[in-house]
């Protein structure tokens, strides 16, 4: 085990700021009711002062649907996409309120269902999906508003379906039927497996996955640091996405929770890490075989 647990470390403030993005969506239509509009919207597009954030999902809904570009729309997109250009689909793992209250529900029952999960993920695949499968669906859904002209990602979205209905419950509009659609997306982890919408069919992750580069924030894993078997893989085991972080095409899929990071760290001897550079990565293997090897000299 490492001397400073950092990814453990990183775990704890990720949940940080998963409850603080939560109570964030409660804060903000509760000063709304009192009148204080200095921060207003949901995860759809929020106003801080005079600055707008909108999700770039929904900047791309509007080309489709208006068929023109309207630049103040497109402008309020820069900071998510500089995030998602730097540290990929951290949104999702880091502040989609349905990942957080997934994740809790998940660490609840896990207990309960110990054996009935392990034995459930024994029986997944030793590998990734195909990226094409993911890029097919999200292509299919973005000609699909196009067509029938209908705003088909603010349906689709979670988080978006999530901010506004307790934002509606508490400014005093009532709770919509957009509810029945977050309904339907918890049943489809039921019936397809953990994470089904978030790993293929959530245009919002995809939006933000349109931004990743070679540079952008990746975990990379380094074969000689590995001390786990085959059949041994407890980093796959602790990825929400059922996910292999040392095989290929673990992006656009994963989030960059770090779970996988975590585990390696306390479990095995640190093989998987965080990176922004592929080839700072492999210099940075090559002096730890180094250390390694005068170590086993000394």
């Not at 903000?28 to 929020?46: D, K």
């Not at 095989?247 to 975590?262: Q, R």
Request: a positive charge; aromatic letters at 12%.
């Amino acid at each position: 085990m490492r001397e400073f647990n950092f990814y453990k470390t990183l775990n704890r403030t990720r949940k940080v700021v998963q409850l603080a993005t939560l109570l964030f969506l409660f804060i903000v239509p509760i000063l709304i009711f009192f009148e204080v509009r200095f921060i207003i919207g949901n995860l759809y597009s929020i106003t801080v002062g005079g600055l707008d954030i909108t999700d770039p999902s929904m900047v791309l809904q509007n080309i489709l649907l208006a068929r023109s570009f309207y630049v103040p729309l497109l402008i309020s997109a820069i900071i998510p996409v500089i995030i998602a250009f730097l540290f990929g689909r951290i949104f999702c793992s880091w502040a989609c309120p349905y990942n957080t209250i997934l994740e809790e529900a998940e660490r609840i029952y896990s207990k309960i269902l110990a054996k009935f999960i392990m034995k459930r993920k024994a029986k997944q695949a030793n590998k990734n999906p195909n990226p094409f499968i993911y890029w097919g669906i999200y292509l299919f859904l973005t000609l699909l508003a196009l067509i029938i002209g209908i705003p088909l990602f603010t349906f689709l979205s979670a988080p978006g379906i999530i901010s506004s209905q307790i934002a509606a419950g508490i400014i005093g509009n009532g709770i919509g039927l957009e509810l029945t659609i977050v309904f339907a997306i918890l049943l489809s982890e039921v019936i397809f497996g953990r994470r089904f919408w978030c790993k293929y069919v959530c245009p919002v992750g995809a939006s933000f996955s349109l931004f990743g580069t070679k540079k952008t924030l990746h975990i990379t894993y380094n074969e000689l640091q590995c001390n786990c078997t085959i059949k041994l893989e407890p980093c796959s085991n602790s990825c929400p996405f059922n996910l292999v972080p040392k095989n290929s095409n673990l992006y656009p899929y994963c989030t960059n929770c770090g779970l996988c990071v975590k585990t390696c760290e306390k479990i095995g001897k640190g093989a998987l890490s965080f990176s922004f550079d592929n080839n700072k990565n492999s210099q940075l293997n090559i002096i730890q075989d180094q250390e390694i090897q005068n170590k086993k000299v000394s």
